[in-house]
């Protein structure tokens, strides 16, 4: 079994496929249009696939403006999990917008997830504000977080 890890921008080709990972992890999952949208129509956009041998494992998702960085998504299919690849991933995707003279970076997470908020401390984030009633499946609280570069 190939487990070489590799990184690359995301691809049209790969929209069903991050489809498939964005279904899985969240409860509200973006669609397939927002996802061709972000990549052939928005220029902040930078979407980055985590590979596991040729297999696309999860994504990262962000908008570049001027010096900062808005994660939009972050997720990994779940038999991906726990194996160390979102902070990887995140790491990977740090490193680039920095290239790009990224200064800071900020994300929403929910409150209740305790193991998202503790990958996001450990790479340096700090807790910003809340912001309520975020998340409209079920009215949950964001935390939102942010790091200088």
């Not at 790479?123 to 949950?140: C, H, M, P, S, V």
Request: glycine content about 6%; hydrophobic content about 45%.
């Amino acid at each position: 079994m190939n487990n070489t890890i590799a990184f690359r921008a995301m691809e049209l080709k790969d929209i069903d496929r991050i489809h498939e990972i964005e279904t899985k992890s969240f409860a509200t999952p973006w669609s397939k249009e927002a996802f061709h949208n972000e990549l052939t129509m928005n220029k902040f956009a930078l979407y980055t696939v985590i590979e596991v041998g040729n297999e696309v494992a999860g994504y990262c998702g962000a908008w570049v403006v001027i010096d900062e960085v808005h994660i939009t998504n972050i997720a990994l299919l779940p038999e991906y999990r726990g194996m160390k690849l979102g902070e990887a991933l995140l790491r990977k995707v740090m490193d680039l917008v920095k290239e790009l003279g990224a200064k800071t970076m900020t994300l929403e997470v929910r409150v209740s997830n305790l193991v998202a908020q503790s990958l996001y401390r450990k790479l340096g984030f700090q807790e910003g504000a809340i912001r309520k009633q975020y998340y409209t499946d079920n009215l949950e609280d964001a935390l939102v977080m942010w790091v200088n570069l």
